[in-house]
């Protein structure tokens, strides 16, 4: 993942967490980045490496909230990342 922002963007970023099986069927998940003050976010690039025999998967929606402020943007997606489904793309670029 990538943030974007008026003031910057974190560089990609890993989403893992250890000894949770993550993206699948009707789950949330959470993750924690820390990062600099990126200013008013306005884009979000997603994407995974398709490795694995379920690598796609179908993204409603990502939430990025400021934990410091409390302020959350919400990045529609609603299409999948998949080389099989939707328009066989494993990588999105999101706007609030």
Do not use: M
């Not at 949770?20 to 789950?27: C, D, K, P, T, V």
């Amino acid at each position: 993942i990538i943030i974007y922002g008026t003031l910057g963007d974190t560089g990609p970023r890993p989403l893992k967490q250890k000894g949770r099986n993550l993206f699948e069927r009707g789950q949330v998940d959470d993750f924690f980045i820390e990062t600099l003050d990126l200013g008013a976010l306005n884009k979000l690039h997603i994407e995974h490496d398709n490795t694995n025999f379920f690598a796609e998967w179908f993204l409603d929606k990502v939430e990025v909230t400021n934990t410091e402020t409390g302020e959350t943007v919400l990045f529609p997606c609603k299409r999948w990342l998949s080389k099989k489904h939707d328009d066989r793309q494993i990588q999105r670029d999101l706007l609030p």
